[in-house]
T-cell receptor
Framework: AQKVTQAQTEISVVEKEDVTLDCVYE???????LFWYKQPPSGELVFLIR??????QNEISGRYSWNFQKSTSSFNFTITASQVVDSAVYFC???????????FGQGTRLTINP | GAVVSQHPSRVICKSGTSVKIECRSL??????MFWYRQFPKQSLMLMATSNEGSKATYEQGVEKDKFLINHASLTLSTLTVTSAHPEDSSFYIC?????????FGQGTRLTVV
């Protein structure tokens, strides 16, 4: 069975602080994809990143960075110099190759205070 | 990039009436679409998988006669909430699969009064 755990239900930081959102996944499959989505108050899910299981290279995109470690089954997301506009719920998700369904974590509500 | 359009974004209806929500993939053909329901402060709950030209596959506990899904073309899936009740009030969101990722619609906030 597949499972995604986002242990942090809510995080609140002051603007300009760095913040890391944790994601731990479980699967016995060797080929899979990991995702992060942002859900702002408007409700739409915004795609942030996709990483396949064979690519452990960390990625940086502006203030966003992702740390994928297969040894610990984690795919953590860091926002550097956070801004108020980063406030949202962030979901980590897992997709097994050949499967149709995304498995979502419970989400982390991030609040950036001015 | 790929875009999924969901309509309407908000709807208020009276108890006992039916509401149809549309999900369109705008620039790619989606043989498979997904319908989710999201309760406040919770994660997305998959309701059903919609397959073009065939019957939808419903998740355990989801009433297929209550939530009718039609996927008549490669770019359109519809979810109809029949005989709506206040407990059906929720945020509904659709998703269309690309080769390696899933794209989501804007969501529909349904309020049944």
């Amino acid at each position: 069975a597949q499972k995604v755990t986002q242990a942090q239900t809510e995080i609140s930081v002051v603007e300009k602080e760095d913040v890391t959102l944790d994601c731990v996944y479980e699967t016995r499959d060797t080929t899979y994809y990991l995702f992060w989505y942002k859900q702002p108050p408007s409700g739409e899910l915004v795609f942030l990143i996709r990483r396949n299981s064979f690519d452990e290279q960390n990625e940086i995109s502006g203030r966003y960075s992702w740390n994928f470690q297969k040894s610990t089954s984690s795919f953590n997301f860091t926002i550097t110099a956070s801004q108020v506009v980063d406030s949202a719920v962030y979901f980590c998700a897992l997709l097994i190759q050949g499967a149709q369904k995304l498995v979502f974590g419970q989400g982390t509500r991030l609040t950036i205070n001015p | 990039g790929a875009v999924v359009s969901q309509h309407p974004s908000r709807v208020i209806c009276k108890s006992g009436t039916s509401v149809k929500i549309e999900c369109r993939s705008l620039d790619f053909q989606a043989t498979t679409m997904f319908w989710y329901r999201q309760f406040p402060k919770q994660s997305l709950m998959l309701m059903a998988t919609s397959n073009e030209g065939s019957k939808a596959t419903y998740e355990q506990g989801v009433e297929k006669d209550k939530f009718l899904i039609n996927h008549a073309s490669l770019t359109l899936s519809t979810l109809t909430v029949t005989s709506a009740h206040p407990e059906d009030s929720s945020f509904y969101i659709c998703s269309a699969r690309g080769p390696h990722e899933a794209f989501f619609g804007q969501g529909t906030r349904l309020t049944v009064v």
